[in-house]
């Protein structure tokens, strides 16, 4: 009989379940088999009664052995069984992972980020003011004329327009930014000023209502032609690579006397002519000019003691530049198969 019961328990050892998809019940039909009334240590224990007396006790221990041993594996088949239920809902850390969603900055954001860390390398820091802007600050004190056309309903959203106060409307320009840090600070001041501003504009491929600029300014004495030259060629070649050429063209701004725009050799064709700079290899990039005395004076600073420039660019025409976008109107329809494609520029 005790070699019976080794083998038994052999047995039991290496019984397992899962072979169906019912493992609860073959832990049952387990636990019949073996401690069922009429199962098979049942049995035994029967057997064992009409032992001879020499043979009980050594006989009893194995019995009470192999009990013991068939109700710990039906245990163990038992937890087996609750760490596989468990386990459907906890995760299987070795499975291949899901493409999960990340946003991204938008490209406008990236490439006015782009533009003050180049401005930030050479000493610009970052100067922020209203979007409702007053009339001083937008046109008298950057010395618009009064009839310019600029001052034009058609040009501008106005706020209020109450009879005899001052305008309100939203800025249609980052140089009113200029103003208030000359009215606040002394010199020397190099601010660089990022934001958004509102043209009553059609909205079309190549205008838009809203916009942004990145406006830069820098006063101090003996401020010359020659140092706004050298920054721009500086931010060119930074923002659009080593090889860049610039070119200034006379022009007029209020603000600014002399004023200039600045062009830069086609960073598309290598300045040989192609459809993007309409075959003359140039690109126009921004406008730029020593702060007119008038202006300086306007905001409390001795035109006699200090000179400065400025220069304001978009930053929308910088992003199409670079990246080769042909229709505005992208920037601001949130279409994901376009802001996609910036993910890694960031
Ligand atoms: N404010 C001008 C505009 O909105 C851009 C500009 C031109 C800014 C020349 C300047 C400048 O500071 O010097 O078109």
Not at 46 to 75: C, H, M, V, W, Y
Not at 115 to 123: D, H, M, N, T
Not at 294 to 309: A, M, P, Q, R, T
Not at 311 to 316: A, H, T, W
Request: contains cysteine.
């Amino acid at each position: 009989m005790l070699s019976k019961i080794e083998n038994i328990i052999r047995d039991i050892q290496l019984a397992s379940v899962g072979k169906t998809d019912d493992k609860l019940a073959e832990i049952e039909q387990f636990r019949i088999k073996y401690l069922g009334k009429k199962g098979i240590i049942s049995e035994l224990f029967e057997q064992f009664k009409s032992l001879p007396a020499d043979q009980k006790k050594e006989t009893g221990q194995a019995l009470n052995r192999l009990k013991n041993i068939a109700q710990s594996r039906i245990e163990e088949f038992k937890q087996y069984v609750e760490n596989d239920v468990k386990s459907e809902h906890t995760v299987d850390l070795t499975l291949p992972t899901d493409y999960s969603e990340v946003g991204s900055r938008h490209v406008l954001s990236v490439v006015m980020n782009e533009i003050i860390e180049i401005f930030s390398r050479i000493g610009f820091t970052v100067a922020e003011s209203v979007e409702i802007e007053d009339d001083w600050h937008l046109f008298s004190a950057l010395n618009f004329p009064h009839d310019h056309p600029a001052r034009d309903m058609q040009d501008t959203f106005f706020v209020e327009k109450e009879e005899g106060k001052q305008e309100v409307a939203l800025r249609t320009h980052t140089s009113s930014v200029q103003v208030r840090v000359m009215e606040n600070n002394k010199p020397p001041i190099r601010i660089i000023a990022p934001g958004r501003v509102f043209r009553n504009e059609a909205i079309s491929a190549r205008a838009h209502c809203i916009f942004h600029q990145v406006e830069a300014l820098y006063v101090d004495k003996k401020v010359s032609f020659a140092d706004l030259k050298q920054t721009l060629l500086y931010f060119a070649k930074e923002m659009f690579g080593e090889d860049t050429k610039i070119r200034l063209r006379p022009s007029y701004f209020p603000f600014t006397e002399p004023s200039a725009e600045m062009d830069i050799s086609c960073n598309i064709c290598g300045g040989n002519g192609c459809n993007i700079c309409k075959g003359t290899g140039w690109l126009e990039i921004l406008g730029c000019g020593m702060v007119d005395p008038n202006v300086l004076e306007s905001c409390g600073i001795d035109s006699k003691e200090y000179s400065g420039f400025a220069l304001g660019m978009g930053v929308e025409r910088m992003a199409m530049l670079k990246y080769q976008i042909r229709d505005l109107r992208l920037y601001f329809e949130n279409d994901l198969r376009f802001l996609r494609q910036f993910d890694s520029i960031v």
